[in-house]
């Protein structure tokens, strides 16, 4: 069975400092990977996702994740931080046994100034 | 249009009360999904509809019941709810079941308190 593994649920970064959030795979199949971010009192958000077109994939608001089976990961980046990525980051992949998406325990991402 | 609409943002509502969530959306999609989310924690599945039919019912107690009358619409009706129930209650959709590849557009969620 799938699952997702985030390191970390709690990350604070400086403004203008890179962001890394780290997410981990497990799955017998070629899975296809999820970003979502969801900002204070609001729903989720797509960010980005990989369906195996390719292993680097760029999303809204200048992240981008990279696929790495080698590695079993799909961290999610960004060279800049700013004040309003902060907010709560969920990683997730789709279930290849029934029609569900597995999210990680979300990675919140403090931005300090 | 890639929105998903749900009302009201805010409930509050007594043990004996009985209460209607609602969601929508114009997308033409044929999927659509409720969650529950406790804070500081991931969206927990608790039904899917595919073609306005039940799909998945992830076991949830008969206090909470859904309903999708037309291909736009979802509903969650609420009776005899548990203080323990209080969470955002979040309502998804996407083109259809089947694709793992298919993105699931969320709505703002309702944001529920049992008293």
């Known amino acids: 069975a799938q699952s997702v593994t985030q390191l970390g649920s709690h990350v604070s970064v400086s403004e203008g400092a890179l962001v890394l959030l780290r997410c981990n795979y497990s799955?017998?199949?070629?899975?296809?990977l999820f970003w979502y971010v969801q900002y204070p009192n609001q729903g989720l958000q797509l960010l980005l996702k990989y369906t195996s077109a390719a292993t680097l994939v760029k999303g809204i608001n200048g992240f981008e994740a990279e696929f790495k089976k080698s590695e079993t990961s799909f961290h999610l980046t960004k060279p800049s931080a700013h004040m309003s990525d902060a907010a709560e980051y969920f990683c997730a992949v789709s279930s290849n046994r029934d029609d569900k998406i597995i999210f990680g325990k979300g990675t919140r991402l403090h931005i300090l100034p | 249009d890639t929105e998903v609409t749900q009302t009201p943002k805010h409930l509050v509502m007594g043990m004996t009360n009985k209460k209607s969530l609602k969601c929508e959306q114009h997308?033409?999609?044929?999927?659509m999904y409720w969650y529950k989310q406790k804070a500081k924690k991931p969206p927990e599945l608790m039904f899917v509809?595919?073609?306005?039919?039940?799909?998945i019912n992830e076991s949830v107690p008969s206090r909470f019941s859904p309903e999708c009358p037309n291909s736009s619409l979802l509903n969650l009706h609420l009776h005899a709810l548990q203080p323990e129930d209080s969470a955002l209650y979040l309502c998804?959709?996407?083109?259809?079941?089947?694709?793992?590849?298919?993105?699931?557009?969320f709505g703002p969620g309702t944001r529920l308190l049992v008293l």
């Open positions: 509809y595919s073609y306005e039919k039940l799909s």
């Open positions: 997308m033409g999609h044929r999927a």
């Open positions: 998804a959709s996407s083109q259809d079941l089947g694709d793992l590849k298919e993105t699931q557009y």
């Open positions: 799955s017998s199949v070629p899975p296809y």
